[in-house]
Nanobody, 124 residues
Framework: QVQLVESGGGLVQPGDSLRLSCAAS????????MGWFRQAPGKEREFVAA????????YYADSVKGRFTISRDNAKNTVYLQMNSLKPEDTAVYYC?????????????????WGQGTQVTVSS
């Protein structure tokens, strides 16, 4: 089992930045791929970004490319999501997820382990 704990959410204004963190309880098992998803009210959970542990290759949804950056510190078992130029449509609960395989890294079913989520609200 892997426990994932997110932090860093909050209320910000449009154009602001925010950094989310996700700490994993295991260093290697279950954390080959780590990703972020988000779910806005009334909408399905959607893929945001992902990163591989071994080579640091990253993947992004088109809606966040150029604004969000995913990174990881393997020594701290932590993955980050730096969110810049935030928009009201970025408002959602953000979930951290991880798995041993990157075969389906843009889909929910591709991840066995999930955090509880952290709320991000972008509003003026």
């Amino acid at each position: 089992q892997v426990q994932l704990v997110e932090s860093g959410g909050g209320l910000v204004q449009p154009g602001d930045s925010l950094r989310l963190s996700c700490a994993a309880s295991r260093r290697t098992f279950g954390t080959y791929i780590m990703g972020w998803f988000r779910q806005a009210p009334g909408k399905e959970r959607e893929f945001v970004a992902a990163i591989k542990r071994t080579n640091g290759i990253t993947y992004y949804a088109d809606s966040v490319k150029g604004r969000f950056t995913i990174s990881r510190d393997n020594a701290k078992n932590t993955v980050y999501l730096q969110m810049n130029s935030l928009k009201p449509e970025d408002t959602a609960v953000y979930y951290c997820a991880s798995d041993n395989s990157a075969a389906e890294l843009t889909t929910q079913r591709g991840y066995a382990y999930w955090g509880q989520g952290t709320q991000v609200t972008v509003s003026s």
